[in-house]
């Protein structure tokens, strides 16, 4: 039976509505299957929904379940970041200092700024690191036409979501790309560039997924991002402190903040609520 469950769609790495990446979170999950879950995640025809329930592990605050277009998601960053947003609007209260969320990676920690409200999660491990094979890298060159030559570096950036990541000279050869759908079908693929330095953010991302081998871009990507800034900051090839900016070809302007703190990198940003009601599930 359906019936009335609080809602909330939020905009994360923004403190502007609508220049973000919204995801939308049921705060009560209670009783719903895994299809409706899915069904309604693909009715709502944004990249993530998110769906609440008290926690199973005794030092977690609460418990997400987080799903994508047609498939669910042990982890990813925005969705992780909004939850929280939400959940604390409607007012949960953490434990401790450090609010813990519990989804299918395991217990993720989120830091709250006292000063500006932002949140910040500490970022997993990854699953799969290291350099992609020849195959994938002349792949994704073909899928977002580019020379090969035009990859400098490339990683394995899997923490959760498959994210196959690879690095260019500048910024603005990250903006210049057109990806190919058919070309990049099936694949997660990330791309970062240098700014200049006298630029806001020291980076540029995009994040290109194809389901359904069509070709999608993420406005702001919190697993992605996550995983570059343990790929980088670890490899020298950025400071233990940065800003990236993502989804400046959608009109959007997120802005991720990665931040190592001893042996862990952390990534924040700012969250607003632009929706709270119902939905009927």
């Known amino acids: ?46 990249s993530e929904a998110t769906f609440l329930a008290p926690p199973a592990h005794p030092e977690a605050d609460y418990s997400v379940r987080i799903f994508t277009n047609g498939a669910e998601l042990p982890f990813a960053g925005h ?91 500048s910024a603005q050869d990250v903006l210049a790309i057109e990806p190919d759908d058919g070309a990049v079908a099936g694949l997660f693929v990330g791309v970062i560039g240098p700014h200049p330095a006298d630029a806001d953010a020291q980076f540029e991302v995009r994040a290109f997924f194809a389901p359904n081998a069509v070709v999608r871009e993420d406005p702001v990507t919190g697993s992605l991002n996550a995983a570059i800034g343990q790929w980088l900051i670890g490899s020298g090839h950025a400071p233990d402190r940065y800003v990236a900016a993502q989804g400046t070809r959608l009109g959007r302007a997120g802005r991720v903040q990665v931040t190592r703190l001893g042996d862990d990198v952390w990534v924040g940003g700012r969250c607003v609520s632009v929706l709270a009601g119902t939905a009927t599930l």
């Open 1 to 46: 039976m359906t019936r009335s469950r609080a809602f909330a769609q939020v905009d994360v790495f923004t403190a502007e509505p609508l220049l973000g990446n919204p995801v939308a979170v049921v705060l009560d999950s209670d009783g719903l299957t895994t299809e409706q879950m899915q069904r309604f995640t693909d009715w709502t025809n944004l």
């Open 79 to 169: 969705p992780t970041l909004g939850s929280c947003h939400a959940w604390l609007a409607a007012g949960g209260v953490p434990r401790g200092e450090v609010i813990v969320q519990e989804c299918g990676v395991g217990l993720v920690p989120i830091r709250r700024d006292s000063t500006d409200g932002s949140l910040a999660f500490k970022a997993p491990e990854r699953r799969r690191s290291g350099p992609l094979d020849d195959a994938a890298v002349d792949a994704i060159a073909r899928g977002l036409g580019l020379d090969r030559t035009a990859i400098v570096d490339h990683q394995w950036c899997d923490n959760g979501p498959p994210w196959q990541t690879v690095r260019l000279r």
